[in-house]
């Protein structure tokens, strides 16, 4: 049974950061490629970065690219989203998740477990 545990939302100024964990478990978790993705109310979910297995291939949306880190820890089964210069329109429930391989993805359909997902507001 594969978990993922989102945690570090909360509510933020604008132009402040957080920094959002998931840890997971259940899975070889070096042997699968991870990612965060977004849900705004009234929106669909939304791609916001992926890491691949070994961490050394990342990839962003266009909206968050050079504000948002993804990193991961594959000694402490833990993926990481670093958000920093929060604008109001990043404010929505983050999803963590992870696909059955280890190269990235956007599509949200090529991942199969998610986490329960964690909110970020983020006040102007």
Do not use: H
């Not at 945690?7 to 964990?21: E, H, I, K, P, W």
């Not at 993926?79 to 210069?85: D, H, I, K």
């Not at 993805?105 to 006040?123: K, L």
């Amino acid at each position: 049974q594969v978990q993922l545990v989102e945690s570090g939302g909360g509510l933020v100024q604008a132009g402040g950061s957080l920094r959002l964990s998931c840890a997971a478990s259940g899975r070889t978790f070096s042997s699968y490629a991870m990612g965060w993705f977004r849900q705004a109310p009234g929106k669909e979910r939304e791609f916001v970065a992926a890491i691949s297995r070994s961490g050394d291939s990342t990839y962003y949306a266009t909206s968050v690219k050079g504000r948002f880190t993804i990193s991961r820890d594959n000694a402490k089964n833990t993926v990481y989203l670093q958000m920093n210069s929060l604008k109001p329109e990043d404010t929505a429930v983050y999803y963590c998740t992870t696909r059955p391989i280890g190269s990235i993805s956007v599509r949200p359909d090529e991942y199969d477990y998610w986490g329960q997902g964690t909110q970020v507001t983020v006040s102007s």
